[in-house]
């Protein structure tokens, strides 16, 4: 983490770093049984592999951004918004991030960038309309929590495993089963074996994934409340925008439903995932860590 004034997480910290060992021990076992299964083709697959992480990690942050409808706008354009930003910014010490608007009636906020320099905080009208102004400075100390903690970075790498798994099966497929008749068992017991090794690198990288999600969000949440040092407006913007959410057509919650583990809030259009899926913690999890610290503050 570098430098600020946002309370450091040795939680977090230790569980991003035992995420990223088990995800990086799972990469190596998924590429030693590629190779060995196709010899071949090690050089291409490695070049493939090396390149697909580059382009993750340098441009998902952009491409997450733009899906998302961000338009960055300058002081001008959105003076209070900036104006939030500045003081939070200068009461974390940390450079100041882009600042961007998503024109979505869905009340939500997200952070971009692999380092506080690449950061941008991006809001959407449906919020800046209706959270008062400590409600949305609590939004914003959140976001900027998780660019002080360079969250976005590592999850960027976290989630890279279970796209290498998906496009490099396909790939190691299509070169296997293009290849000779001379090789027609191996190649049928390949078509098996590769799908199923898949899977299960998907599934086990997802659930990692989402269980260091869900933490990072409460580290947020606890960063941003002790960073304002006004927890319960925190909670109130996080019971206006859940209790908003219901309001939402369903046609734009779906839209939204892809960059939940972006969100502050997650948008669902439907029932709500199993916890064991989810990206962020209940609602109640939340408000009950924000009603610890107003105690530790000795706030009411």
């Known amino acids: 983490m570098a430098r600020t004034r946002y309370a450091r997480d040795r939680g977090l910290t230790s569980r991003m770093v035992t995420t990223m060992f088990l995800i990086g021990l799972l990469y190596v076992v998924f590429m030693g049984v590629l190779l060995a299964a196709f010899p071949d083709i090690w050089l291409l697959i490695l070049v493939f592999t090396g390149g697909l992480f580059i382009a993750q990690f340098w441009f998902s942050d952009r491409i997450a951004a733009y899906s998302m409808g961000a338009r960055e706008v300058t002081r001008e354009q959105a003076p209070e918004l900036h104006a939030a930003i500045d003081r939070l910014c200068a009461m974390a010490d940390m450079p100041k991030p882009r600042v961007a608007i998503a024109n979505s009636d869905v009340p939500n906020a997200f952070a971009t960038g692999r380092s506080q320099e690449k950061a941008l905080v991006c809001a959407t009208t449906g919020l800046l309309r209706r959270l008062d102004p400590e409600e949305l400075e609590g939004v914003l100390a959140h976001e900027l929590s998780h660019v002080a903690h360079r969250d976005v ?10 796209v290498l798994a998906g496009t490099i099966t396909r790939m190691a497929l299509w070169s296997g089963l293009m290849r000779s008749g001379r090789h027609n068992n191996q190649t049928a017991i390949l078509a098996l074996l590769i799908p199923l090794i898949s899977a299960v690198v998907y599934v086990i990288s997802f659930l990692l994934t989402r269980l260091l999600s869900r933490y990072r969000e409460l580290s947020a949440d606890r960063g941003g409340a002790l960073l304002t040092g006004k927890p319960s407006a925190l909670a109130a913007a996080l019971t206006k925008i859940t209790g908003q959410m219901s309001q939402i057509p369903t046609r734009d ?24 899926f989810a990206s962020h913690p209940t609602l109640e999890q939340r408000l009950d860590q924000l009603g610890r610290i107003s105690r530790e503050l000795g706030r009411p």
């Open 153 to 162: 970075a590592v999850m960027t790498f976290a989630a890279f495993l279970g």
């Open 253 to 276: 919650l779906r839209q939204a439903e892809p960059f939940n583990a972006f969100f502050f809030a997650p948008a669902f259009s439907g029932k709500s995932m199993s916890r064991l």
